[in-house]
């Protein structure tokens, strides 16, 4: 299992950024997939998933309403729009493969990309 | 939202030592919980699944229990490589994570 983040970077606060999260070594529809994301220094919060067929998504409350999350199964690729990004959004996000189709614990981490929001 | 309360937050232990940490759920979660070790920069790695069900792979020294509630990660003779950062994780209904206990050397 691979799973490799990209679009991090630097966003004033109010901007969008979006990451995607290659995922290889498995068949990626098979499995649920969840973002998680951890300010520095500070511990691991849930921030949003997505079944494995893509048509139930979920959301943390500190998130809902300004991140969306998608994937591509044909491209074994998951995404997370971000949008009005707050200063409290600063963190590592990494992407994570539950383990199953629609629930379970998370099986598989990526190495993250970071995310800073500052003006 | 379902809350997870870990304790410690930080523990000081030695080799050889027996470490317990607690996590407790504010509802019943059944046994839908499970445990991580993060070591810094690096990602987490799944230690424990359904509460009791040890990872392949994972030293026989790790073992977990609880339902409903209150549940326990312990590390019966610790290692040297064994102090890092450990989680808690429920997924009863979404996904929850505990903030974390830091095993430290004493």
């Known amino acids: 299992v691979q799973l490799l983040e990209s679009g991090g970077g630097l966003v004033q606060p109010g901007g969008s950024l979006r990451l995607s999260c290659a995922a290889s070594g498995f068949t990626f529809s098979s499995y649920a997939m969840s973002w998680v994301r951890q300010a520095p220094g500070k511990g691991l919060e849930w921030v949003s998933a997505i079944v494995g067929g893509g048509g139930t998504t979920h959301y943390a409350a500190s998130v809902k309403g300004r991140f969306t999350i998608s994937r591509d199964n044909s491209k074994y690729t998951l995404y997370l729009q971000m949008d009005s990004l707050r200063a409290e959004d600063t963190a590592l996000y990494s992407c994570?493969?539950?383990?199953?189709?629609?629930?379970?614990?998370?099986?598989?981490w990526g190495q993250g990309t970071l995310v800073t929001v500052s003006s | 939202d379902i809350q997870m309360t870990q304790s410690p937050s930080t523990l000081s232990a030695s080799v050889g030592d027996r470490v317990v940490i607690t996590c407790r759920a504010s509802q019943s979660i059944r046994s839908w919980l499970a445990w991580y070790q993060q070591k810094p920069g690096k990602a987490p790695k799944v230690l424990i699944y359904?509460?009791?069900s040890l990872e392949s792979g994972v030293p026989s020294r790790f073992s977990g229990s609880g339902s409903g509630t209150e549940f326990t990660l312990t590390i019966s003779s610790l290692q040297p490589d064994d102090f890092a950062t450990y989680y808690c994780?429920?997924?009863?209904?979404?996904?929850?994570f505990g903030q974390g206990t830091k095993v430290e050397i004493k």
């Open positions: 994780q429920q997924y009863d209904d979404l996904w929850t």
């Open positions: 359904k509460a009791s």
């Open positions: 994570a493969r539950q383990s199953t189709w629609s629930s379970g614990w998370t099986d598989s």
